[in-house]
């Protein structure tokens, strides 16, 4: 396994989130670039240009560009989910129709963004970068690409098919109803230390999103002060010119050029905790979520090997009372025996899937531990360092205002 | 520019979080412990007024080097920290009087150079020795002129003594200063932080002893001799600058003679404290201590005497400020009174009233706010034309009157009033002023010196009408008196003269007069004041929203802050997201806890500083009283003028009338005056009583015009330099915040780097936990 992430730890001086993420793969480089608006109305999207750079075998060439929309990268992101259970998937940017219709440009470029940190992510994932559905995703030309997503639409489509749902939830009610009988939870099985993991992540999950919602909103409100400081400086302005004798003229003539130079700089200093704190932090409460969703598959797996148990030892149990019952014939015996060994067989099966899943966790979180400890850690530093230069040119241009101040002081005495 | 920057480094924002469970207040407070002790003595400074007043932002700034103020600070300071001699254990006024060192300025012109870039603020010592660093030529003579130019025979005695003490004094004050400085690191820090401390004036005087314990805990026993000088010399933020700025009321605004006042009776305040404190035991009782008290008292009664006869010109600036220089308001109490309801009680606040000055022994007063109220209309009605300073207001909630926050806020603004008014150079040493804060009959209203000076009150109602029905019908005197003319008619309660002139107005009679060229001018100024005021009410919104958006900033990163923390408060939580990115969120959180509460601090501090806004807003109305006094004026004087016109006109055709018949009646009316000669006669007596009214209204005008000149060229002054102040505070503010959050993050930034280091240490050696 690569080492993630590594150049986020040795790439110091950089204070760029995204940079580490692009360069980070030895195998692949992409980009995701050239938003391109396409059609109009309710049927308008936009379109990206995906280049890739890899050295990975599967691949017969070094360069590749596609032409993807967003809806080919959630294709990529189901199947991955689909395929891949109990892999934390990284998670695609949030679907927000409101913003979709306004395409406004800003929105346009975070998701940009969003997209190829996604994209990357998935071609450095150990496990993922070689699956075959990234492949496709990165190179499968135009006609190839357009069957793939018709036969994805189409099995969507079938899933949601109302009887085969109407199946599945009945089948979970059985279940469920069953282990309240039995008085057994799936959890039992669970051992206590991923139950405790798992609530943490639920919890972490609703931090994250508080702390993503702060940082947007100390976001707003270095814009407003930005705004108050501008507003304020030309008020000073306009006072300064009804004085025509006494120092205060200059003095907020003064104010008022340095503090509109000081306000730029809170403007951009909102952009760059935009850039450089909120998206990651929004990133990672979005794979918490990816997290659970891996999550939510290993409990799936659990029910089902609980569900096959428990079918297993009904099964199990009528054959005793078949067996005990004199005078029935063989091969209804021979029948249920069948059964119970198909039985069985699931139990194995699923026993499998669930160990599977637990090991493959397992060893996720471990990595997404590593991971993601290293990258956060690297983004609250930046945003430190990022604040203190941010506060050090404050400081640098009120201290100008002093000096320009003194200034005038002196010529006026 | 001499900025004081001995490395020293009177820097209290530096100290941070090199202990990490450090709390930000700990920080701000780990000032050396004598700045500490000062700032617990001063009693309820709350930390960061000890700190975060501009003069501490300017020595913080230049103590932390070049980037804020590149060229600044590092040159002067090594002078005085190498040059100037050891201190003597025992300190001798003499000694220093003697040898003026090239360096004495140096405190001073930090004060000077945080006020107004140096120059005005140490005109004695410009006068006195030759300026080592900048020319002022201009300071060299204002006082001293000024004062010679007032008619007083005892002014200039009472002049020569500040003037000399203030050069001496003027050495020696900063010269101490300087050699506390010099002392060690320690010193120089608490040397400056007295008058940090003094930011918070109130305090100080509201501990008079306590200031000298303060002081005395500031610097070493032989420097306490100093200590009042320290405090009333050099910044004393909030109040010198009041002090100062409010002083001149000088023909010419620009010239600095209010300062070179301020600085002399700062001078001779010190004095009369070191006097008064140390008592005749000192080494200086032998120098002018004396002969201090002879002029100084002549000047006292010249003052008084001065006051209720010549309300026109300027009072001698010294005047104003040796009677009383300082006041404090402090220790309200609650005291109940009879309601006017029979039966009920009435509750109200006393406030002590201390003044000092130099002359005149410290006095305290009790008075209430209905008394303050009273004063302010007074001297509105006594010195019309005059800029009357803002009182605080008389709206009070009934309920919240007696609440402490509501009874603070009113003193403060009590004491702002009285500080502004002691220094104004005609409101300040006048009687009523005098007597309110010195005579200490507890109840104003029973007070004969109080009662003597108040005007007769307007007769009642039953009174004006049967005299206005007197007036109708001739039986008494339509044309008011000489006397009378001086104040407005409706407080005479003569209905008939308002009336009159009300119609006289409508008329149009204003827009007949000739108007002068004061007058035309003070126009524009009305007009300036408007719009200047309108600027100001526009940017103290802002302001408020500025401050609110910054209050608003500091709580959304204090959220944030818990916000982070919040994750790593669950338990495992190391497990899942890793130790060392707990850790690194724990420290982003700290940081911004940090951040936070230094944000609020710089909130509440710029807050502070914008309040000359408020304060200079809150002056427009009485401005603009006085300068309707003087249309008041205007408006008597034209009405008169147009009445004697009338008078004559009318007089003349009768004169006429009678000299056209002369032969007709000579003969017949020669014994007795015919009704026609009767009407001459009323008509002269009425034009010639005219002409003096006229006179004495037109004398009344141009007293008010000439008052109202003064008053708002010195308004407009004082108003633009203490903005300017106001503004280099407030970026003394910002700077200093911004260089402390900049120092934080970078802390911050540190410190996340060493755990990243160390988390990537681990990672090599294979460590870390394994979740399942």
Known sequence: MDPPYESVLQDRGSNNFFSPVTAVSKEFEIEVAEPVKQGEGVAAYVSYKVRTKTTHVKYHEPFHEVTRRFRDFAWLHDKLVEKNKGHIVPPLPEKSAVQKYQMATDFIEQRRRALQVFVNRVASHPVLKDSSELETFLQANEEHWMLEIAKWQAETSAQHRPVSAAAQWFKNLQHSAQSLVSGRADEMQEDAEYIKIRDYINSLEGHLTEAHRQAGRLLRKEADLGAALTEFASAAELLGKQDNEGPMRVAFGCLCTRANEVAALSRARSEAIAVEFAAPLKEFARTIKSVQVAMADRASALSAYSQAKSDLDSKKVRLAKLRGTPGLKEDKIAETERDVNEADQRLRNAKLGYETIRDTMREELNRFQKERAAEMSAVLRDFALAQARNTAEQAKGWGELLRDLQQAAVGGS | ?772
């Open chain 2, 1 to 772: 520019m001499s900025l004081h920057g001995t490395k020293a480094t009177f820097d209290p924002l530096s100290t941070t979080g090199d202990a990490s469970d450090d709390t930000f207040t700990t920080i701000f407070e780990s000032l050396p412990t004598p700045a500490v002790t000062t700032a617990t003595t001063a009693g309820a400074a709350p930390e960061y007024d000890s700190f975060m007043t501009a003069r501490s932002a300017m020595s913080y700034m230049t103590a932390s080097q070049e980037m804020a103020v590149p060229g600044v600070g590092s040159s002067r300071a090594e002078p005085l920290v190498s040059e100037q001699p050891a201190p003597p254990a025992v300190f001798s006024p003499q000694q220093d009087y003697a040898t003026p060192t090239p360096g004495p300025e140096l405190p001073l012109a930090f004060d000077g150079e945080a006020a107004e870039g140096g120059a005005p603020y140490k005109p004695f010592l410009g006068s006195s020795q030759p300026p080592p660093q900048k020319p002022q030529p201009q300071l060299k003579q204002p006082l001293s002129s000024a004062l010679r130019d007032s008619s007083n025979p005892f002014a200039a005695p009472a002049v020569t003594l500040p003037y000399q003490q203030s050069t001496t004094g003027g050495a020696v004050g900063p010269l101490s200063f300087g050699e506390v400085n010099s002392k060690d690191e320690a010193q120089t820090t608490a040397a400056f932080s007295v008058p940090t401390d003094l930011y918070e004036a109130s305090n100080m005087f509201t501990l008079p002893d306590a200031t000298a314990a303060t002081a005395a805990a500031a610097a070493a026993a032989a420097a306490s001799l100093m200590n009042p000088q320290a405090q009333a010399l050099p910044p004393l933020y909030d109040f010198t600058r009041e002090f100062s700025r409010m002083l001149p009321v000088s023909e010419d605004p620009a010239s600095p003679v209010d300062d070179s006042v301020t600085a002399g009776t700062v001078f001779l305040y010190d004095n009369g404290q070191v006097r008064g404190g140390v008592g005749g035991g000192s080494a200086r009782s032998g120098l002018p201590a004396s002969g201090g008290t002879g002029p100084a008292s002549g000047q006292t009664d010249a003052g008084r005497s001065a006051v209720p006869s010549g309300g026109g010109g300027p009072m001698p600036y010294a005047a104003a400020a040796l009677l009383t220089n300082t006041v404090s308001v402090h220790s309200p109490r609650k005291a109940v009174a009879p309601s006017r309801i029979p039966g009920l009680s009435e509750p109200y606040t006393l406030y002590c009233i201390t003044s000092r000055s130099v002359i005149v022994p410290e006095t305290t007063v009790e008075r209430r706010f209905r008394d303050v109220v009273a004063l302010a209309e007074l001297l509105q009605s006594l010195y019309p034309g005059c800029f009357v300073p803002p009182r605080p207001s008389r709206n009070a909630v009934e309920g919240r009157r007696m609440q402490p926050s509501f009874i603070e806020e009113r003193r403060l603004g009590i004491e702002k009033f009285l500080r502004r008014l002691v220094v104004h150079p005609v409101l300040g040493p006048s009687e009523a002023t005098q007597v309110w804060l010195r005579v200490p009959t507890a109840d104003l209203r029973t007070c004969q010196e109080w009662l003597r000076l108040l005007p007769s009150a307007p007769p009642g109602i039953a009174k004006s009408t049967a005299r206005l029905l007197c007036q109708v019908v001739g039986v008494e005197r339509v044309v008011p008196s000489p006397v009378d003319i001086t104040r407005p008619a409706s407080e005479r309660g003569d209905v008939y003269r308002l009336v009159h002139e009300r119609a006289a107005q409508i008329r149009g009679v204003l827009n007949k007069v000739q108007l002068s060229a004061t007058e035309e001018r003070l126009r524009e100024e009305a007009i300036g004041l408007q719009e200047r005021s309108e600027a100001l009410l526009g940017l103290s919104r802002r302001a408020d929203q500025l401050v609110a958006r910054m209050t608003k900033r500091s709580k959304v990163a204090h959220d944030l802050g818990d916000a982070l923390a919040a994750e790593t408060q669950v338990k495992c939580t190391a497990v899942v997201i890793g130790s060392s990115l707990a850790a690194a969120l724990r420290v982003s959180a700290d940081g911004l806890g940090q951040i936070n509460k230094l944000y609020g601090i710089a909130s509440d501090a710029s807050a502070k500083h914008l309040t000359p806004l408020y304060d200079w807003l809150a002056a427009v109305p009485g401005a603009v009283t006085a300068l309707a006094a003087r249309e008041r004026c205007l408006l008597t004087v034209a009405t008169l003028e147009s009445d004697e016109v009338e008078v004559r006109a009318k007089l003349a055709e009768a004169e006429t009338r009678l000299g056209g018949a002369p032969s007709a009646s000579a003969t017949s009316t020669s014994s007795q005056p015919t009704t026609a000669m009767k009407k001459v006669e009323a008509l002269r007596l009425q034009a010639s009583q005219l002409a003096v009214a006229v006179t004495a209204a037109r004398d009344e005008y141009e007293r008010v015009g000439a008052r109202n000149l003064s008053e708002i060229t010195a308004f407009k002054a004082h108003m633009s330099r203490e903005l300017a102040d106001a503004v280099r505070e407030f970026a003394l503010v910002q700077l200093a915040a911004a260089q402390k959050a900049q120092e934080l993050w970078a802390d911050t930034a540190g410190k996340l780097e060493e755990l990243a280091a160390m988390a990537a240490a681990v990672a090599v050696t294979g460590g870390g936990s394994h979740p399942r």
